[in-house]
């Protein structure tokens, strides 16, 4: 048996306006070839300028994985030659990364575990390539675009600790709103490093390198052919090569490409245009101390203060939005358990079944909060709740507002409650006396009937008691 070891090397494209060397717009833009400049090609007499609002982003991620931050910033070239690099080189960060030595806390189930991040540094995007038959054609769009890559240490022990490793990442990315962190976009992307070894080994394996994994499910099914073709190599004997391979999301395999570069290869040299930049102490002290609570520590507090299950906290935590949205309904005082439901479940229903997002919505705290208190209060019924709950986030409107207007109102008075059991009794003579028979499940029957005559506006706690006393009498 095998012991699998896994490393990522993730790349997230950061949402500043311009490029990271260039005035160039940074966009989304289906307008091929519109967003580039003379600087993104190097062309004669142009020099790079570095985008200050990505260093300060880039920071802001080094300070959240926990990484020694540099004390300056310097620029490495990377020099290859390849379509999607129109200057031929890259500049990027080799001699001196932004940050390293952190780690990103994951949890599942069963705890917690530290995935150890060797380093975090800045470079520029390449273009992109869409490969057709027989040719393949170039967006010089991305060109330059402002990327931080994010390299672990091999300590990665299977598939799903890779996955919650990026999944936590990513939404560590969002909550920082450094990126919107899009695989459909290729805001972030990632490389993966798989080599096995035997169980009772300490020395890692030989590693093969999947380039460009697009998708975490990707990235699931690249691991897992990697694992099943390392373990056939190692049971037949053959050698395993230190390689680049590709991963086709077609056929759920990873194809050999290259053997694999070393960094001498690529001839880095410190970039000449672009001075050491230093990082002032006070700016990292900044970006720390502004620090929002990130998602993993979310989870703790919902998990270990508020009791709710791993899966509930993992539900709540993955949007900002929804996670500010209950942090604030408990704040006035709601249940965390109640607030929880509305929000992973109904919520969750509401925006599945009309194929909206969040942001799309508008609902409050103050409205959730209130909605919540009335059920509690019995001024309604959690049937009365559903129905007020739809309007509320359709209309944006508080819940007091849309039970008078549908009114809506809960009868809790006795004596009226009473007189609509009486009448219910009166006109089911034959049930009651079913009821008097020993049928005393016939209860449900009439209770049933005495909540169609209200309208389902009366307390159904006080009229099911009330119902028991006056049956009882006949």
């Avoid at 990377?78 to 990364?97: A, R, V």
């Avoid at 598939?159 to 990126?179: K, M, P």
């Avoid at 079944?353 to 001024?379: G, Q, R």
Wanted: glycine fraction near 4%; proline fraction near 3%; charge should be negative.
């Amino acid at each position: 048996m095998y012991k699998v070891t896994i490393g990522l090397e993730v790349h997230v494209e950061l949402n500043t306006k311009s490029k990271m060397f260039s005035p160039s717009v940074n966009s989304y833009d289906k307008n091929i070839n519109t967003n580039i400049s003379v600087i993104d090609f190097a062309f004669p007499g142009t020099l790079p300028t570095v985008n200050k609002a990505a260093v300060n982003k880039a920071i802001s991620l080094a300070v959240a994985l926990n990484t020694e931050i540099s004390s300056y910033l310097m620029f490495d070239r990377k020099n290859y030659y390849y379509p999607d690099l129109p200057k031929g080189f890259q500049i990027t960060q080799m001699t001196k990364p932004l940050g390293k030595n952190g780690y990103l806390e994951i949890l599942d189930e069963n705890g917690s575990k530290k995935v150890f991040i060797h380093q975090i540094h800045i470079e520029e995007d390449s273009a992109s390539l869409d490969h057709k038959d027989n040719y393949s054609v170039i967006n010089y769009n991305r060109v330059g675009v402002p990327l931080v890559e994010i390299v672990t240490e091999p300590c990665i022990e299977s598939v799903d600790e890779a996955i919650n490793f990026l999944e936590t990442l990513r939404n560590v990315i969002r909550y920082l709103n450094i990126s919107d962190a899009d695989q459909t976009k290729g805001q972030i992307r990632c490389d993966v490093n798989v080599s096995l070894r035997k169980e009772d080994s300490d020395e890692l394996g030989v590693r093969a390198e999947v380039k460009n994994v697009n998708s975490f499910q990707s990235v699931r099914e690249a691991i897992n052919y990697e694992i099943e073709r390392q373990t056939e190599c190692l049971n037949n004997g053959i050698e395993i090569k230190r390689e680049t391979r590709r991963y086709s999301p077609d056929t759920g395999k990873t194809y050999s490409m290259r053997e694999k570069a070393d960094a001498v290869d690529y001839k880095y040299y410190v970039e000449p245009n672009i001075p050491k930049i230093d990082i002032e102490p006070s700016l990292v002290e900044n970006i720390k101390s502004n620090m929002i609570t990130l998602p993993v520590e979310r989870m703790k507090k919902y998990i270990n203060e508020y009791g709710l299950s791993y899966r509930e906290a993992k539900n709540l935590i993955r949007e900002k939005e929804i996670s500010d949205l209950f942090n604030k309904t408990i704040d006035l005082g709601s249940n965390p358990k109640e607030a929880s439901n509305w929000i992973t479940m109904k919520l969750t229903e509401y925006l599945n079944k009309n194929a909206l997002e969040f942001n799309e919505i508008s609902i409050t705290a103050e409205m959730l909060n209130e909605l919540i208190t009335l059920i509690n209060n019995k001024t309604i019924s959690n049937e009365q709740a559903k129905k007020v709950f739809e309007v509320m986030i359709g209309e944006s409107k508080m819940p007091n507002v849309i039970i008078k207007e549908l009114g809506m109102e809960q009868v809790t008075n006795e004596e009226e409650i009473r007189k609509f059991v009486n009448e219910i009794l009166d006109d089911n003579i034959d049930a009651v006396n079913t009821y008097k028979s020993g049928k005393i499940n016939i209860v449900g029957f009439l209770m049933g009937q005495v909540l169609k005559a209200s309208g389902g506006k009366i307390n159904p706690g006080l009229a099911n008691k009330i119902l028991n006393i006056e049956i009882q009498k006949r």
